[in-house]
Structure formats: structure tokens, C-alpha cells
């Protein structure tokens, strides 16, 4: 047992990914003190109206994320559509119009590896529903530098690929949970003074 | 065993020497860019290369151009697309340029052009509007090799898809394949497209103003550099504007963090168009 400290949560999601974060931002606390930084895959065309939809889901405020936003705990950003997101290693947030990693802006794995720069041990990173493997390398470089991985359990997945790549990836997360406890487990982990 | 922090300290420091090496030899100055995009993309050149560290990589670039030279152009290729954005185009096409053909001549200036496909995308728009022959054309990037590659109009065949569905969405009413000629496997932008085009070595970290510009283009550039460097070029930017000019960004980025937020009025409601006040 010991106190574990925790400054950002990062989620990777695709396909499905709508419901999921729905699910997950309705249950986590009013309070939650730390930011959340989602990167989600979406048509590179489509409209930043993620961040619109989810706000009503939620207690904390949801807000799409800009260049240099400097990252605030209790707050959700989501990655715009079309663009790379980077976390800095000052905890401000980057976009950027690279190539496609994995077939795609955003790429998760952007936003894990970079996060892992900024946060190392301190990163909680989160695989949701989603049918490619994107995610997989970056939650790799996640426990790898002693950051805590989650992954939702592919049966309760819309679409059970990335989390199973995921899960294969790291051979093991720390957690495996069904998507109704997500929240819930991210809820005890930031609480102060949890051990694990 | 070194720690996970160490580790990080350790590869931030041969990345800072690795950027005074770059800057003490050959001039470029990647000082002010964001750090957690330029960090991928030297690691990306690692990679790519058989060199076994970023310190030796170091040793490479002092001695041998060529090696250097392809780490510029890993560092300095931002992929884009015909008509990336089609609603932004569609602002230029049906708000900007009826403003700008009312002048006797135009200027327009593509400022970080890359590849070039957003110089192509607005020629058709002026050729399609009927008003190219009056434009003068400067796009600019501080490469030489993705000039020569803009300077060419070559667009990989697989591309032609995308760029055909954006050139619909932006309003184009004609056929997109009337203005490429298409190869075995990529399609060439046709000449007339380029008649008014100066392809031109500029580098926005450290060269000076273009004068009595109209509109300034330049996209997803402004993401990659910090606060203060962002702000050198926007007064670049403003400098080089004539009163009414225009200035357009990136649908990400802002004016407003920088000195010159005062100096323009929101042009468009929906895009990131400014015009300098008169």
C-alpha cells in the first residue's frame, strides 16, 4: 500500500465514443479536482460540437481544447477534430496538424506520449470503446513510466478492438473495468489521501 | 538505474543542444517552437536514421549537411490538403474576394506554404472569380526542398478524392479536375495556376516584411510556435498588411494574445479572418 498521487486523467477513444464518455462524465464527482484531456476519433470534418453535447452530461465543465490552454483540474477538454493534441511539458496543451499516426488525427497515442513527458507517474490514462489500435504503444509508454492504466472491459464495449489492443499492448493494465465503474474507479483514485 | 524524470532531463538537454547546434551552424532557429510537437519530431528523425542517440545526432548535423538536411525537413513539413477546411475556403471565395477584386491589383501573400496545396486551392479560387491576372502570388517557407516540391504542383493520386469532395464543399462550381492534369499515380496542377506564383525563400523566425500585402494567408503554421514567437509574426504580419488588408489563420489560432489584436477587426464570423483597420 502506499499514497499514490495523481495530477491528469487522459482518455483515448473511438468508435462508440460518444456513449462512453456520456457514461463516464455523468458519474464522475462534481468535485473531481484533477483535468481530463480526451482524445476522441471523429470524421475530420465534423464540428467541435463534442464538447456542446457532453457539457450537459456533466457537473464539471467540458470545453474543446485550444493551443496553449493551460490545463486546470475539474476541467474536461476534448481534442478538436482534424488535430494533433499535445500535452506540454509546462501542463499547457498543444495542437498540431502532423502527419496521421496510426491512421489518425487525433491519435491517441499523441496525446499519451506527450502526457507521459508532462505528467509521468502521476497520469492516470484511460482506453475506451474503439475499433482501431491507436492508444496501444502510448498506454505501453504510460506504465512503462509508472503511470496507472485503465481499460474498459471489452465486453462492455461497443467495439472491443482498441481495448483488447490495448490490453495486449501492456499486458496488464492495472485495472480492467466494465464501463459503468469507470467513472466511479476514477472517483477513489483522485480522492486525497487514497492508497492503492 | 535512472529515474523516469532523469531520463526526461537527460533528453531535454541534448534537445536544447541539439537546437543551438542547428542554430550556431546552419541559422534556423527552432528556439520558440512548442516543444512537445518539435521533441516528436526529431525523435521521428532518430528513428528514420541510424543514428543510436539525439546527442550523436548532434555530431551528424555538425558534420554532415546532408544529414542536416533531412532533419529540416522533418522538421519542417506540415501536411495539408486542397481546400483542408472547405468552409474557410468558402468564406474567402464568397466574402474576401469580392473585397479584393474591387482593387486595381492584388497581393496576396501564402506565409509557411509547404507543399504548397493551399496556394493552389486559392489560385483556382482567383482564377474562378476571374481576377488571377491582376494577383501577384508570394509563397513562401523558409525549405527549399518543399518549395521545389510547391513549385512542381504535385499531388499524390490518392489525395485527388478528398481534394475533389473539399473543392465541392467549398463552393467550387466548375470541375476540380479541370485544373490538374492526372499521371500514373499523382496528378499535376496546371501551369496557368502558377503564372503569378513567386515561390520564395522566407523564414518567419528571422527574416523581415513583405510590403503593401492584401491578404496574408497563413494556417496552422502559428500552432507550432510559442507566445513570443507568435507574436513577432503577427506584427511581422501587420507590418506587411496594407490598411483593409487581410489576414487569415488557422481555424485553431488567435490574434488575440498578441500586440496586434487592436490593430484588426473581425472580418468573418465564422473563420478566423481579420482585416487590418483603416
Known sequence: MKDRHF????????????????????????DFPIPVVVVQHEK????????????????????????????EGGVIYICPANYHLLIEENRTLSLSVDPRVNHARPSIDVLFETAVSAYGKELIAVILTGASSDGSTGLRQVMDNDGYAIVQDP????????PEAAIKACRFPDEIVPLEEVSARLNDLCRKGYSL | ???????????????????????????????GYSRASLKRRIKKSLSESDADSISSMIHRII??????????LNLSINVTEMFRDPGFFRSIRDEVIPVLAELASIRIWHAGCSTGEEVYSMAILLKEAGIYNKCQIFATDFNQVVLEKAKEGILPIGNLKESTRNYQKSGGRGSFADWYTARYDFAVMKSVLRKNILFADHNLVSDEVFSQVDLVMCRNVLIYFDRPLQNRVFKLFSNSLSHGGFLAIGSKETIHFSSITDEFEKFSTKQKIFRKKI
Not at chain 2, 538537454?13 to 542547428?22: D, F, K
Open chain 2, 1 to 31: 538505474m535512472i529515474s523516469g524524470n532523469e531520463e526526461r532531463d537527460n533528453e531535454n538537454l541534448e534537445i536544447n543542444l541539439l537546437i543551438r547546434a542547428v542554430k550556431e551552424k546552419y541559422g534556423y532557429d527552432f528556439s
Open chain 1, 44 to 71: 475530420s470534418d465534423s464540428e467541435d460540437l463534442l464538447a456542446e453535447l457532453l457539457n450537459y452530461k456533466t457537473d464539471l465543465c467540458v470545453k474543446t481544447a485550444e493551443e496553449k490552454d493551460t490545463i
Open chain 2, 63 to 72: 558534420y554532415e549537411k546532408e544529414y542536416f538536411h533531412n532533419l529540416l
Open chain 1, 155 to 162: 465486453a462492455t464495449a461497443y467495439s472491443r478492438i482498441m
Open chain 1, 7 to 30: 495530477s491528469c486523467v487522459v482518455i483515448g477513444v473511438s468508435a462508440g465514443g460518444l456513449n462512453a464518455l456520456t457514461v463516464i462524465f455523468h458519474g464522475l464527482s462534481a
